[in-house]
């Protein structure tokens, strides 16, 4: 396995949300801190974190120039996701109309990475997988990516949905990724915007896919309740969500929750704002403080000050006490928010690293609200 400066840029900006394009970043110190290589390896104290950055990179240096196929994708290259996009359009309906708590994962794309879903109880209602950087279209056939050959693993037992990012995508290749059956889409601008791309915002990708005509497919986009970094007001950011949502979005997932009260505070000013569809907390379970802080200077999230104090406060703390703490400050966050809005938080998303002890953990506490 080969690892190329070409294929670490392109981890440079990780899932949910990553850092301006003008701030130096070294990825290989601070991914290298996130994600677990394997489900064997759970990462709990700062000392253990693992994964080398040459696992979280492509397999083999991609081709620098990709002429992407016209026309439809080849029999190869179709999925079986038309079953799993239809069954999203299901699960949406099914945690919608529950009365009870759902959730949902993100995963990271590793291809080395042993997925064992019945380790959870009960099981999420789909995962999510990143687009990182573009490094998706580095690859002949987008059938060979780490993101899609996942997809092939997850699909069997649960339904997936993948990540777009508009960054450097033609509208061939976004033709080609749905063309293969991936019609469950979580479109994303990602945080660097080429001078030519076609796609300037997420909303621009979205009138695009639905421009297409077809019905089956669904796409979420991502919200801000510490309000996007680039935006200069609350207003401003939910002003282009509702524009966004217009175009035909089916539900909000939001970028990392640190405290109850932000989201209940954005929900309102959007359903103000005249949106409707679901807006679904987001929710980073860190493994270490070291992996905290990372997760907030990847996103540039903005919690208000007696947040971040409460959460620099655990600096210090031994492995144990912070894991603990993260139990105990995240389970009392998914309480509080369905106290509060028992219509409006039908599902929570965790943003998982791959790292499932951590979440078992939360879900067992949590056990009575699904
Ligand atoms: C849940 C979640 C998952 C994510 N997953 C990924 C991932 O897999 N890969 C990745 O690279 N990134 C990911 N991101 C990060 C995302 O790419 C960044 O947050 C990015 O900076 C903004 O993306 P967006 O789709 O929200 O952008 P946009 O909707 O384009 O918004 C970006 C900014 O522009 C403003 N804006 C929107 N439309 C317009 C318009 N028409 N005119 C002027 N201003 C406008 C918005 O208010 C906002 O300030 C994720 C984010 C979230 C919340």
């Known amino acids: 396995m080969r690892t190329s400066a070409r294929s670490l840029r392109h981890c440079q900006l990780l899932l949910m ?6 701030k130096p970043y070294d990825t290989r110190d601070h991914l290298d801190s996130l994600v677990v290589d394997g489900h064997s390896r759970e990462a709990t104290t700062r000392s ?95 059938v060979d990516t780490p993101m899609l050959k996942m997809t092939a693993k997850i699909v069997p037992h649960c339904s997936v949905m993948n990540h777009i990012s508009c960054y450097n995508i033609t509208e061939t290749q976004v033709d080609k990724f749905v063309e293969m059956g991936n019609w469950n889409l979580f479109v994303i601008r990602g945080d660097t915007v080429g001078e030519n791309q076609r796609f300037k915002h997420s909303s621009d990708l979205v009138e695009y896919l639905r421009s297409k ?13 510490y309000v996007h970094p680039e935006s200069p007001s609350l207003d401003y950011d939910v002003k282009y969500l509702k524009q966004k949502v217009d175009l ?42 070291d992996q905290l802080e990372t ?31 993260v139990v105990k400050h ?4 998914v309480r509080t928010l369905r106290q509060e809005r028992p219509d409006e938080v039908k599902l929570v998303h965790f943003f998982t690293f791959n790292r499932l002890g951590l979440l078992r953990k939360v879900l067992d506490k949590i056990a009575d609200l699904f």
Request: hydrophobic letters at 35%; glycine letters at 4%; one cysteine or more.
């Open 213 to 225: 005509n077809n019905p089956e497919m669904t796409i979420a986009t991502g919200g801000y309740p």
């Open 295 to 325: 997760v907030l200077n990847l996103t540039r999230v903005n919690p208000p000050a007696d947040v971040l104090a409460m959460l620099h406060s655990h600096a210090l703390d031994e492995p144990d006490v912070f894991e603990a703490f």
């Open 48 to 142: 253990t974190t693992s994964i080398t950055m040459h696992q979280l990179t492509v397999e083999s240096d991609p081709p620098n120039s990709i002429e992407y196929a016209k026309g439809r994708a080849s029999p190869a290259e179709a999925m079986h996701s038309h079953e799993n996009s239809r069954n999203l359009k299901q699960v949406i309906q099914q945690w919608t109309s529950s009365e009870r708590l759902s959730y949902s994962i993100e995963l990271i794309p590793k291809e080395d990475f042993v997925l064992d879903l019945s380790r959870l109880n009960p099981q999420p209602m789909f995962c999510s997988l990143p687009w990182i950087s573009d490094n998706n279209l580095q690859y002949q056939r987008f």
């Open 248 to 289: 035909g979005v089916d539900f909000v997932l939001t970028q990392t929750l640190y405290d109850a009260a932000s989201y209940l505070q954005y929900v309102d000013e959007c359903r103000r704002a005249g949106i409707t569809v679901p807006i679904v907390p987001g929710i980073f379970l860190p493994g270490s403080y």
């Open 17 to 22: 949300g990553s850092f301006p394009s003008s």
């Open 330 to 333: 995240f389970v009392e966050l």
